[in-house]
């Protein structure tokens, strides 16, 4: 019996090793997604969504950062994503679909940050494990961000590689800037190489300032300045960039960059600038048949 768009009206436990997660279950067209919320050992609470296809197994997991204004439910909602799906099924994928989300602003780090707020990378790893528990061992894993989730997904490109085997990111934002210093003349110094516009290189600059101790800390997560240490001999997965031509943000210029450096090191790097936008996000393009193509091959190489 094919029953799909209904909402089951009741709570369950999902138990995920020693940390659990309450979750609301969805019926969905084309499987299951449950959201709820999952707390680390640590003590620090995710949101999430884990939608789950029809079949029983799926043939690989994403893991789906989402961008300033989001939560664990952007995938569902947002049609970049909804129609990156439909073409990952056509080319005969099914997917599971992890969105972790700590509100609508959150930087992935390893350490703790001045405004407070916590180490959350070690949260997105353990609810990532414990996910992947629950499927088949060997399960491939794939990272897709879009604008913000895209410099977090950056941190697990740089950082825990080996772990993915495969990375796409949309409008990325990566800032040839830090935001650490006299606020008027970094966005004056920005603005003029980048050509970005003076509120958004502003909402930058005050968005993050308070999130790394000093200078050391920002570089330990800037993608740049980590591009800037790959040799020949590190092997990263492959990765595809994208970004819009219209940006107000100057993450065109940040995202051009790290192309150069990654494909100085040799690193597998695919990228796109595309035409178009949707105002203030226009920066956030994706060349959906190309992106499909690109996680396809990435996923059934040898």
Not at 218 to 247: C, I, S
Request: glycine share 10%; net charge neutral.
């Amino acid at each position: 019996m094919r029953v799909f768009a209904l909402v089951l009206s009741f709570l369950f436990v999902l138990h995920f090793g020693s940390s659990e997660a309450s979750a609301e279950v969805v019926g969905v067209s084309n499987g299951t997604t449950s959201c709820g919320a999952f707390q680390a050992q640590s003590g620090i609470e995710s949101r999430f969504c884990l939608q789950s296809p029809k079949a029983a197994e799926p043939d690989a997991l994403v893991l789906f950062l989402h961008g300033l204004g989001g939560d664990e439910k952007t995938w569902q909602n947002y049609g970049l994503t909804r129609r990156l799906q439909r073409a990952l099924e056509e080319r005969g994928l099914q997917l599971a679909v992890l969105t972790p989300s700590f509100g609508p602003f959150w930087l992935l780090k390893e350490t703790a940050a001045p405004s407070g707020d916590p180490a959350l990378m070690p949260v997105v790893e353990e609810l990532l494990e414990a996910t992947l528990a629950r499927f088949r061992p060997g399960l491939p894993v794939v990272l897709v961000g879009t604008s913000l989730g895209g410099y977090n997904g950056m941190q697990f490109y740089f950082k825990r590689p080996h772990r993915f085997d495969a990375f796409a990111f949309a409008g990325p934002a990566i800032v040839d800037a830090s935001p650490l210093g006299n606020e008027d003349d970094i966005v004056r110094h920005y603005v003029d190489r980048t050509r970005a516009k003076v509120s958004s290189a502003r909402t930058i600059v005050r968005s993050t300032r308070d999130r790394y101790k000093d200078e050391d800390d920002f570089r330990a997560h800037d993608p740049l300045a980590l591009a800037r240490t790959l040799g020949p001999l590190d092997k990263q997965p492959p990765l595809f960039l994208q970004v819009g031509q219209e940006d107000h943000f100057g993450f065109q210029s940040g995202t051009s960059l790290l192309q150069a450096l990654l494909g100085f090191s040799g690193a597998p790097v695919e990228f796109a600038l595309l035409s178009g936008g949707r105002g203030f996000f226009d920066h956030v393009e994706m060349d959906v048949p190309r992106t499909a193509a690109f996680l396809e091959r990435s996923l059934r190489r040898p």
